[in-house]
């Protein structure tokens, strides 16, 4: 390719750029924040694996999620809940794909009445991997951290001796309990169980909590309901990064999502279910929409 | 409130075809529990906590067992030996649950909400246990009665008064979270808690009655 050729093709990805740019920040402005909300969703995720999950989309292509705990619904398009999302992003990224996802979450249940009914739902649903937002209900009720500690690790131990991978969605992150100190020594436990376990977690809390710091004006939301809303979106992204980077990226390849910086260079996809199209879980948008 | 909505649907069938009113509500449970089948939930992407498809029948069940007939005669002729039954099968159940001795929910047979213990679905050994408690109960309740009458006195007033006393016991327990989450745990702000709290549930029961007696009286 000569200079000048490349030189209009610079341009061109400039005016292409600068064209689409303000129209998806007008439509989309939650998302300015969501390189930050990537950032610390990687929290605890990097090490541990899906190796259920994995052996289900070699032999079956098919994952059965089942999400417990608190929902964390926040959208104001309720039918297009996080669940929801992950699922459209991970179908349409991943040719032949079928990934069910069952919820059954259920708002205020503490980690000790869960224990059973998670028993119960793995038998009914039979599900490859268990999504669990766990310990939002225990924090404001003030359950004791060594209870929440044993109890967890225990339901955590019976799923992975059923052949059942478990992910950690995190607790939330709530402005007025920021400083709570039971709310924080829960958290922590949450975390030393996870780690002790070697599974993944989704740092929703830290990515909503980055969210929140990062006092930039547009994207920053207001209210704390707008930062609910932003961080369950936020939580979408970041389950289904964590998936796809979990079963089918390598560690030199890299996902796009809105948000990311530009020094992140992205691989092209590859065909089947090998790679991923890059393809944000919170636009819905099909494969092939990919950075070129 | 859905089983209010379906309360005259059960009395209307009761006066009509009162024979099947049990049958019809245990066929409804049991296709429920066999095939897994409840009510979405909406906007979110769940089920109901309570399917009311099988919780329609402890509904029902209180109702048909408070007639003088039918099933319920059959239960009250035969109340010792049901009785006999109760006990032992309430003490298995009892220690399998404090024991943790419960199997392994994986390995049960199909239809697995038949062998689950399941509040959702009421499954079967949840309903036993409820049924078997029930007996041991009406058993227990005339030694309660005149030993402690005035404990008596003050848990039926909590349960003639039941709506009342569940929504202020929410906004009390509410509450009472706030005061632990501001003011930290411990022996003594807990038993306060609760004892203030039971003590109000209380004055919600007796306001309620106080309120029918001098509008009866009026």
């Known amino acids: ?292 | 409130v859905l089983m209010v909505v379906v309360a005259p649907i059960v009395a209307i069938m009761h006066r009509s075809v009162p024979e099947w009113v049990l049958p019809v509500s245990f066929a409804i449970y049991i296709t429920s529990v066999c095939l897994g089948i409840n009510v979405k939930t909406w906007p979110t992407h769940g089920q109901w906590f309570f399917n009311p498809l099988c919780w329609q029948l402890i509904f029902v069940l209180g109702f048909t067992m408070s007639r003088e007939y039918g099933p319920a005669r059959w239960v009250r002729n035969n109340v010792r030996t049901l009785r006999i039954v109760a006990v032992p099968l309430l003490i298995v159940i009892f220690c399998m649950g404090w024991f943790n001795l419960w199997w392994d929910p994986t390995k049960l047979p199909e239809p697995r909400l038949l062998f689950l213990l399941g509040k959702t679905f009421v499954t079967p050994i949840r309903l036993i246990q409820f049924l078997a408690l029930i007996l041991v109960m009406s058993m227990a309740f005339p030694y309660i009665v005149r030993y402690v009458p005035g404990l008596v006195a003050f848990f039926s007033a909590l349960g003639r008064n039941s709506l009342p006393v569940f929504c202020v016991g929410s906004l009390l327990s509410l509450a009472g979270q706030i005061v632990r989450s501001a003011l930290g745990t411990g022996f003594i702000l807990d038993t306060f808690l609760v004892g203030s709290g039971v003590l109000m549930l209380w004055v919600v029961a007796w306001l309620a009655e106080w309120r029918s007696r001098t509008g009866a009286k009026a």
């Open chain 1, 1 to 292: 390719m000569t200079a000048v050729s490349k030189l209009v093709w610079a341009l061109a990805a400039v005016v292409v750029a600068g064209a689409w740019a303000p129209v998806h920040a007008q439509a989309q402005p939650q998302r300015a924040g969501s390189g930050v909300c990537r950032e610390a969703g990687e929290a605890g995720a990097a090490t541990a694996s899906l190796p259920n999950v994995a052996k289900a989309l070699r032999e079956r292509k098919k994952i059965v999620v089942l999400a417990l705990g608190t929902t964390p619904l926040g959208l104001r398009e309720q039918e297009k809940g996080i669940y929801s999302l992950v699922e459209t992003f991970l179908e349409g990224a991943f040719k032949g794909l079928d990934v069910e996802i069952v919820d059954r979450g259920v708002s205020g249940e503490l980690v000790r009445d869960a224990s059973q009914r998670i028993r119960n739902e793995v038998a009914l649903v039979n599900p490859d991997v268990v999504f669990w937002q766990v310990g939002v209900a225990d924090g404001i009720a003030m359950t004791p951290v060594n209870e929440l500690k044993s109890e967890l690790a225990d339901t955590v131990a019976w799923l992975k001796a059923h052949h059942v991978d478990v992910v950690i969605i995190g607790m939330r992150y709530v402005r007025s309990l920021a400083g709570n100190a039971h709310y924080r020594n829960i958290r922590r436990a949450i975390r030393d169980v996870q780690r002790q376990a070697g599974i993944p977690r989704i740092g929703h809390y830290e990515a909503v909590e980055a969210l929140d710091r990062i006092k930039d004006g547009s994207a920053v939301p207001r209210s704390e309901a707008a930062l609910t809303e932003a961080g369950a979106e936020c939580a979408a992204n970041i389950i289904s990064r964590a998936l796809a980077a979990k079963l089918f990226v390598k560690p030199a390849q890299k996902i796009w999502l809105p948000g990311m910086p530009r020094s992140e260079e992205v691989r092209p996809p590859q065909p089947g279910p090998s790679a991923p199209a890059q393809a944000s879980p919170s636009s819905g948008a099909a494969p092939g929409t990919a950075k070129p």
